[in-house]
């Protein structure tokens, strides 16, 4: 009866450790983060290339390494959903945002001022605040997908032409709306591209970043 046991025994313990195994593969540091700053000319981030070296400088600056980032960002051949991997993200104090695509774009995900935190681990201002700064730039629908008009062309203009697709990240607006409550998809800019445009409905000039890989 000894063999038996010490052959259960073993069987159970080999199933323990690959469960363990399982829950330390699981990278629970930083992988989704507000920007703390702009690029400080409204919605001209450079493109698609420059919004994701900033995602990129921001979280080495903040001790995040090895990884790559991109800018939750759509463009008139992009769609946002597609450029941010597959998940699950977590934000710098390790709280998670999603576990996938599908729940980060439904109403299972986690994003509100209180975790949709910098890369520093900060709270940024939102409505009710001075200033308000809960305006991001996502040029992209509720589902993630683009509006290629409302893309501020390509994220390269910074004047009174052109708009940006803007979501809320404390879920909050002016009413009870889907829209007002949209982490992604909440109204355009109004006046064009500039950094004083994009203050002057609740922004900054801020964008998400996720970890890609």
Avoid at 45 to 53: I, M, N, T
Avoid at 83 to 107: C, Y
Avoid at 183 to 204: F, I, M, P, V, Y
Wanted: charged share 20%; aromatic share 6%; with cysteine.
């Amino acid at each position: 009866m000894r063999r038996p046991t010490l052959l259960a025994a073993t069987v159970i313990a080999a199933a323990l450790a690959a469960t363990a195994g399982v829950a330390l593969s699981q990278d629970k540091t930083m992988s989704f983060f507000v920007t703390s700053v702009g690029s400080g000319k409204g919605a001209d981030l450079g493109g698609l290339k420059g919004a994701d070296a900033h995602c990129a400088s921001l979280a080495e600056a903040a001790g995040v390494t090895g990884k790559t980032w991109h800018a939750y960002l759509s463009s008139s051949t992009e769609d946002a959903r597609d450029r941010i991997g597959k998940g699950p993200w977590f934000n710098a104090k390790g709280d998670k945002i999603a576990d996938d695509i599908a729940s980060l774009h439904s109403d299972a995900n986690s994003i509100t001022k209180q975790t949709a935190l910098t890369e520093k681990g900060e709270v940024i201002n939102g409505r009710g605040d001075t200033p308000n700064r809960h305006d991001m730039l996502t040029g992209s629908k509720p589902d993630g997908t683009r509006i290629a008009d409302q893309t501020c062309g390509d994220w390269t203009m910074s004047g009174v032409e052109g708009a940006a697709m803007m979501g809320h990240h404390d879920r909050t607006g002016l009413d009870d709306s889907a829209a007002a409550k949209s982490w992604n998809s909440s109204h355009a800019s109004r006046g064009g591209c500039s950094q004083e445009a994009l203050k002057g409905t609740g922004g900054d000039g801020l964008f998400y970043c996720f970890a890609a890989e």
